[in-house]
């Protein structure tokens, strides 16, 4: 496994884990405060591109891989 291979998991794993959270609690604490459904529609989003990224990984999906690069670049 590669760098990217390492850093989707990493980065999946936090999102699922993170998106849970948010749904669980009905709020997120990102640069601003999200509270209720807002919050919850934000945890459904982190959790789907964490999903996303973990099977990238571990059904070995190029173009997931690609998604993934592209969001790595995108955070610059």
């Not at 998991?9 to 884990?17: E, P, Q, W």
């Not at 849970?20 to 919850?40: L, S």
């Not at 529609?41 to 690069?69: P, Q, Y």
Request: hydrophobic share 60%; aromatic share 14%; glycine share 10%.
């Amino acid at each position: 496994m590669g760098f990217f291979d390492w850093a989707a998991l990493i980065v999946g794993g936090g999102l699922v884990f993170s998106g849970v959270r948010a749904i669980r609690r009905r709020e997120a604490h990102v640069p601003e405060r999200y509270e209720g459904a807002a919050a919850v529609n934000l945890g459904w989003l982190w959790l789907a591109l964490g999903a996303l990224f973990l099977a990238a990984v571990l059904l070995d999906l190029s173009f997931l891989k690609s998604l993934f690069r592209l969001f790595l670049e995108a955070a610059n």
